[in-house]
C-alpha cells in the first residue's frame, strides 16, 4: 500500500529549528517530484517548497526562503524539510505530497500525508 508518512513536527519557541521528514512506503519517491504543504486554522492550504525528481530542482515561497530549506534521501526513501528561525507565522499542519511534476499547488499531488502539527510559540 502506497503511502506517505510525515513526523518532526512539535513545540518551538520563536527562532528555533525543526526538521520535518517525509518517508514514503510501497512505492520510490525517487519518481516523484516532493512537495511541502501547510495549513493553519481558517486559511487555506499553501505550498512551502517542493524538490523535483533531478533534485537540482528546488523551489520556495517567498515567506519561508532563506529560512527552509528541502533535501531528499533516496537511501531512505524519505524528504525531508530544515526549518530554521521559525516565526509564530510558521504555525500549521505540515503536508507532504508527492506528485509528477513539482509544483507549489497543491493540484497534481498524487499521495499526501496525513500531516504533522508544527506549532511555534513562547
Known amino acids: 500500500q502506497e503511502q506517505l508518512v510525515e513526523s518532526g513536527g512539535g513545540l518551538v519557541q520563536p527562532g528555533g529549528s525543526l526538521r520535518l521528514s517525509c518517508a514514503a512506503s510501497?512505492?520510490?519517491?525517487?519518481?516523484?517530484?516532493v512537495g511541502w504543504f501547510r495549513q493553519a486554522p481558517g486559511k487555506e492550504r499553501e505550498g512551502v517548497s517542493v524538490i523535483g525528481v533531478s533534485d537540482e530542482y528546488t523551489s520556495y515561497a517567498k515567506s519561508v526562503k532563506g529560512r527552509f530549506t528541502i533535501s531528499r534521501d533516496s537511501a531512505k526513501n524519505t524528504v525531508y524539510l530544515q526549518m530554521n528561525s521559525l516565526e509564530a507565522e510558521d504555525t500549521a499542519v505540515y503536508y507532504c505530497?508527492?506528485?509528477?511534476?513539482?509544483?507549489?499547488?497543491?493540484?497534481?499531488?498524487?499521495?499526501w500525508g496525513q500531516g504533522t502539527q508544527v506549532t511555534v510559540s513562547s
Open positions: 510501497g512505492f520510490s519517491l525517487d519518481h516523484y517530484a
Open positions: 505530497g508527492a506528485a509528477q511534476f513539482p509544483s507549489l499547488n497543491s493540484a497534481g499531488y498524487d499521495y
